[in-house]
T-cell receptor, first 114, second 111 residues
Framework: EAAVTQSPRNKVTVTGGNVTLSCRQTNSHNYMYWYRQDTGHGLRLIHYSYGAGNLQIGDVPDGYKATRTTQEDFFLLLELASPSQTSLYFC?????????????FGPGTRLTVL | QQKVQQSPESLSVPEGGMASLNCTSSDRNFQYFWWYRQHSGEGPKALMSIFSDGDKKEGRFTAHLNKASLHVSLHIRDSQPSDSALYFCAASEPSGTYQRFGTGTKLQVVP
C-alpha cells in the first residue's frame, strides 16, 4: 500500500511564527496535495502539485506557501502564522490518474497557533 | 460555497443495521465520485469510486450514482462498530487534477 508520512505530528507555535510542515511519499506518485480539516468544513484543498517544481493553488491558499522539491517531498509553509490556521493538516498523494485516482493520505499534523 | 454537500451531518445506526449516506454535487462538471472513510486519529482512506450511473457493490458497501441529479449515495449493510467513522464524499474536478471533498457524515454504529 502507498505510504505517505508527515512531520511533525504535532506543532505549537505563536502568532507571527514560521512553520514548515513536511510530507514524503515513497510510491513515485505524480500528484501531491495539502488539505486542512476543520469541523463543519470537511477537507479543504490548500495547494497541490503534479511534479517536482510544479505548484497549483487550491481553494484556500491565503496565508500558505508550498514547495515540491522532489517527486517524493512536498512542504507547506506558514510564514506568519495566525490563530485561524489552527487546524489538522493532511498531505495526500495519487498516481497518474490524478483526480480520478485513489488518494493516499498521511497521518496528519495537528497545528496550534497561540 | 460548498460544491459537494453531504447529508446527514451525523447518523446513528444499530449494529447489524443499514446505514445510508448521501452526497450531491452542485456543479454539473463534477460527475465522478469517491467515498473515503476516516477513523479517529487517522487520515482518510478510500473505500470505493463510482464513475457510472447505477450501483457498484464492494462487500458490505454499495454506492449508487445518479448523474442526472448529481446525487451519489453510500449504503453500508450489516453495519459493524468498526464502521464508526467520518465518511467523506469527493468529486473529481473535470480537468483531472484534484478532488473536492464534502463536509463529511459522522457515522456511529451502536452495539
Amino acid at each position: 500500500e502507498a505510504a505517505v508520512t508527515q512531520s511533525p505530528r504535532n506543532k505549537v507555535t505563536v502568532t507571527g511564527g514560521n512553520v514548515t510542515l513536511s510530507c514524503r511519499q515513497t510510491n513515485s506518485h505524480n500528484y501531491m496535495y495539502w488539505y486542512r480539516q476543520d469541523t463543519g468544513h470537511g477537507l479543504r484543498l490548500i495547494h497541490y502539485s503534479y511534479g517536482a517544481g510544479n505548484l497549483q493553488i487550491g481553494d484556500v491558499p491565503d496565508g500558505y506557501k508550498a514547495t515540491r522539491t522532489t517527486q517524493e517531498d512536498f512542504f507547506l509553509l506558514l510564514e506568519l502564522a495566525s490563530p485561524s490556521q489552527t487546524s489538522l493538516y493532511f498531505c495526500a498523494s495519487s498516481g497518474t490518474g490524478g483526480a480520478y485516482a485513489e488518494q493516499f493520505f498521511g497521518p496528519g499534523t495537528r497545528l496550534t497557533v497561540l | 460555497q460548498q460544491k459537494v454537500q453531504q447529508s446527514p451531518e451525523s447518523l446513528s445506526v444499530p449494529e447489524g443495521g443499514m446505514a445510508s449516506l448521501n452526497c450531491t454535487s452542485s456543479d454539473r462538471n463534477f460527475q465522478y465520485f469517491w467515498w473515503y472513510r476516516q477513523h479517529s486519529g487517522e487520515g482518510p482512506k478510500a473505500l470505493m469510486s463510482i464513475f457510472s450511473d447505477g450501483d457498484k457493490k464492494e462487500g458490505r458497501f454499495t454506492a449508487h450514482l445518479n448523474k442526472a441529479s448529481l446525487h451519489v449515495s453510500l449504503h453500508i449493510r450489516d453495519s459493524q462498530p468498526s464502521d464508526s467513522a467520518l465518511y467523506f464524499c469527493a468529486a473529481s474536478e473535470p480537468s483531472g487534477t484534484y478532488q473536492r471533498f464534502g463536509t463529511g457524515t459522522k457515522l456511529q454504529v451502536v452495539p
